[in-house]
């Protein structure tokens, strides 16, 4: 049963546990780079085998969190860039076909004889 | 799709907010949905006020800003819970782009919160968090899973597919979705991928295949794991097939899904006609009155009203087979789509253009509203071979279709100046529906024209007991199948009775009549004959040994002249080949086969530089039954030269038969010549 001169004590290992646990949690967050080039063996070892995403906030656009218990941003959609782009390459991610859609590929000298109303190879400006 | 930069409003078709606006709905976001065509995301540009974007304005002409309401809809940012959440709503998702809710889709499709109200209708939408999401940390805990289920991918998929493909994708029709294979198990993408062009983290080109005319990141064709890659090694236990029976030339030189896919089970689109107007009911976008579709069966399909109704679960039945044409040295089951439309070419024939969709809806809509006073001359326009709907086949039809379009496109603005407005009909066009050309650029031998589509088949694959060849060569090589014979459209809407000309899939092949009814005679009765005779040979041959008291043990007893060996080896590469072929096809592996016809020509090369030695030493009148069996023999090198040696499907075919017919006349031979013929007999 703490007395109340432990108490003082008490209180601030707590804190201090709460400081090196979030820390912690901070360090973790940082080690993560969005970025594939940035990655070290090590970190992309550690997300092998973290293989699923932990809790995350939600983000707006701007950057800011969501969240309903403390009334912040909840007026705000959020921003997929944003919030999984935290932890995720999302440039190169979206440079895939699907994302593109042709929109960063030229039309060929050939491709536009035939078809001079061509914007892209794929569907955003194609063929039809 | 507009250009980026235009010089009137005329110029511009369909812009990137109406894309986003269209076609978002199966596009994840990002790309051209996010960032225009100079790099710039298109809400910060169009908030930026030295910019001056303005609202639904015109904007300059600037085909990403024309009409687009881009600050207060904000973009579709890449969504990737729309792949990697299991529950994600995609209707939803739907919903709010259809609302020009861009900002709020994403938002909405992963159920995290409600959204109301309309950037279209001027609102400003308003969120409610489920709060019981969220953990008390403030953060989401999601359900998110790496690798898609099937259903993720074919929410998008599925419905084009069905038009472009006659793709069901069920259990039902489909051995590897029954088998529970995922389309990311072919269709590989990142650290998975093996290929070098497409491995690596979180990258997220998915492997795909090579369709004929498809343009898109061409340089990442065949970057999916292919049919072998599993059935040849086992992997994800698929079952390794032996192919019994069948000679390895047919796994060279036809795809695997020609095979096994003999059939399919639900419509794909033929025809594309895009002149005339239909009003089937349940086409949700008026602009799409416009394309009236054909089926296989070359009648005409509401292939919108039935995909707004149907699920793969009610998808109407309708069995055919696919059309088997030639690609990059392969046979594969393909639907090739053929196309008719108005376009607009330059007197010297070089440099043809395409009428927006909306300027042909305009002249049938306004002729709809008041046929007398509006474009009458489409009045004349019938359905001259009642199946339903309108066509183009008579001249004064396709004059009077062209007048108008011409007289619609002059009053619009469009320089027609040097110009003709012609009606494309696959690879040809006319200007007056008597005269037809051939277009500006000929098309591939797999097309029917570059301006339609021809997608390879490679989904819904029936079981192995379904397959080709699984009831025999004569699955394919027979007069009865379809393989060679079924009509494949060659030109439709011809005549005053809009009649249909056809060819066959023998002809598209490059296979004449002659080679459909040879390899048909060859499997049919020649090979049974052939295995006749190869044993009737044998016992002729025991008899002759034993009658002349030869017995078997060499080389002491068996004092034979040339002609006797020459008749006995003719024997031995018969069976020694094409005979143990024939009675072991049900249990020799294509490997086995492949082997044995290997032997065969060994020995058959062999054999002939014997005979041409004995022809050569012969120091004595040989017999008529020497010199016959020498004719064969050397009719048989040509006709086997001729196979090792062409690659021509139709001369290999006649070659073939022309062989084993040879052989048929051989084998006979050497029986009788053994059993009847005076060649010296060793009493």
Redesign the interface.
């Known amino acids: 049963m703490p007395t109340r001169s432990s108490l003082p004590h008490l209180i601030l290992w707590h804190l201090i546990t709460l400081i090196v646990i979030s820390s912690w949690q901070t360090s973790l967050a940082m080690d993560l780079h969005a970025r594939?080039e940035e990655?070290s063996a090590q970190e992309?070892a550690r997300r092998s085998f973290m293989?699923?995403?932990?809790?995350?906030?939600?983000l707006t656009?701007d950057g800011a969190?969501?969240?309903?218990?403390?009334d912040?941003n909840?007026?705000?959609?959020?921003?997929?860039?944003k919030t999984?782009g935290r932890c995720?390459?999302?440039d190169?991610?979206?440079?895939?076909?699907?994302?593109?859609?042709?929109?960063?590929?030229r039309v060929s000298s050939e491709?536009a004889?035939?078809y001079?109303?061509m914007?892209?190879?794929?569907?955003?400006?194609?063929?039809y | 799709m507009a250009k980026k930069e235009n010089k009137s409003p005329r110029e511009i078709d369909l812009t990137s907010f109406e894309f986003v606006t269209a076609c978002g709905a199966c596009h994840p976001g990002g790309g051209p949905a996010e960032y225009d065509r100079n790099g710039h995301r298109y809400d910060q540009f169009a908030s930026d006020e030295s910019n001056h974007i303005q609202p639904n304005g015109d904007n300059r002409l600037d085909g990403d800003y024309f009409k687009a309401n881009w600050a207060a809809t904000g973009v579709l940012e890449a969504d990737c819970l729309l792949c990697h959440m299991p529950a994600y709503n995609y209707s939803e998702r739907a919903k709010q782009i259809a609302a020009q809710n861009f900002r709020w889709a994403a938002t909405a499709g992963a159920g995290l919160a409600t959204v109301q109200g309309q950037v279209k209708k001027g609102e400003t939408p308003v969120l409610t968090y489920r709060k019981e999401l969220f953990l008390p940390s403030g953060e989401v805990s999601l359900h998110m899973v790496r690798e898609p289920a099937s259903e993720v991918c074919l929410n998008c998929h599925k419905e084009p597919d069905w038009k472009k493909k006659g793709a069901i994708y069920s259990e039902r029709t489909d051995v590897h979705l029954k088998a529970g294979v995922r389309c990311v198990d072919c269709h590989v993408t990142g650290k998975k991928a093996k290929d070098a062009r497409i491995n690596g983290q979180e990258m997220h080109q998915i492997g795909k295949g090579d369709d004929p005319t498809g343009l898109v990141r061409k340089d990442l064709n065949n970057t999916m794991r292919t049919c072998e890659d599993c059935h040849m090694t086992g992997l994800l236990k698929a079952p390794i097939p032996k192919h019994y029976g069948l000679p390895s030339r047919h796994l060279e030189k036809i795809a695997c899904q020609t095979c096994h896919i003999p059939q399919r089970q639900a419509k794909a689109t033929l025809i594309q006609d895009s002149t005339v107007f239909n009003d089937v009911p349940r086409i949700e976008a008026p602009g799409k009155r416009i394309w009236t579709f054909y089926g296989p069966d070359m009648r005409p399909w509401n292939l919108y009203g039935e995909a707004s109704l149907a699920t793969s679960e009610h998808q109407p039945l309708f069995l055919y087979e696919p059309v088997r044409i030639w690609y990059k040295g392969r046979i594969y089951p393909m639907n090739r789509i053929y196309s008719i439309w108005v376009a607009t070419l330059t007197k010297d024939g070089q440099n043809i253009g395409q009428p927006f969709m909306k300027d042909l809806f305009a002249v049938w809509k306004a002729h709809r509203d008041d046929p007398k006073n509006n474009y009458p001359e489409l009045a004349s326009i019938q359905d001259d071979n009642q199946d339903g709907a309108a066509e183009l086949n008579r001249p004064e039809e396709i004059q009077a279709f062209l007048k108008a379009m011409a007289r619609y496109l002059q009053k619009a603005g469009e320089d027609l100046e040097n110009k003709d407005v012609i009606l494309v009909s696959g690879s040809e066009y006319t200007t007056d529906g008597v005269t037809w050309r051939p277009l500006p650029f000929k098309p591939q031998p797999w097309e029917y024209t570059p301006y339609s589509s021809v997608f390879k088949l490679s989904h819904d694959i029936l079981p192995a007991a379904s397959a080709l060849g699984s009831g025999g060569c004569t699955d394919c090589h027979s007069l009865k199948s379809n393989f060679w014979n079924q009509k494949v459209m060659l030109k439709p809407f011809t005549g005053p009775n809009a009649e249909t000309l056809y060819t066959t899939n023998a002809q598209l092949l490059g296979l004449s009549e002659f080679g459909v009814w040879m390899g048909a005679i060859r499997h049919e009765w020649l090979g049974k004959t052939l295995l006749v005779v190869i044993l009737s040979a044998l016992i002729a041959a025991a008899v002759f040994l034993m009658t002349t008291g030869h017995t078997l043990t060499l080389p002491q007893s068996i004092r034979l002249s040339t002609t006797h060996g020459l008749m006995i080896a003719i024997l031995l590469i018969a069976v020694a080949g094409p005979g143990l072929i024939i009675i072991g096809e049900e249990i020799l592996t294509s490997q086995l086969v492949d082997m044995l016809g290997k032997f065969h020509t060994l020995a058959g090369l062999v054999f002939l530089a014997a005979v041409i030695y004995s022809i050569l030493r012969a120091k004595a009148a040989r017999s008529i039954w020497y010199w016959t069996a020498v004719c064969g023999v050397l009719f048989m090198a040509l006709t086997a030269a001729i196979l090792l040696f062409s690659d021509s499907i139709n001369t290999r075919q006649i070659a073939f038969t022309l062989h084993d017919l040879g052989a048929v006349f051989l084998c006979g031979w050497a029986a009788l010549a053994l059993l009847f013929g005076k060649m010296g007999r060793n009493k």
């Open positions: 594939v990655r992309t293989s699923v995403c932990p809790p995350f906030h939600l656009e969190v969501i969240d309903p218990s403390k912040m909840t007026d705000k959609p959020y921003s997929p860039k999984c995720h390459d999302y190169r991610i979206t440079s895939g076909y699907h994302f593109q859609q042709g929109k960063d590929e491709m004889a035939i001079p109303w914007r892209s190879p794929g569907q955003y400006g194609g063929r």
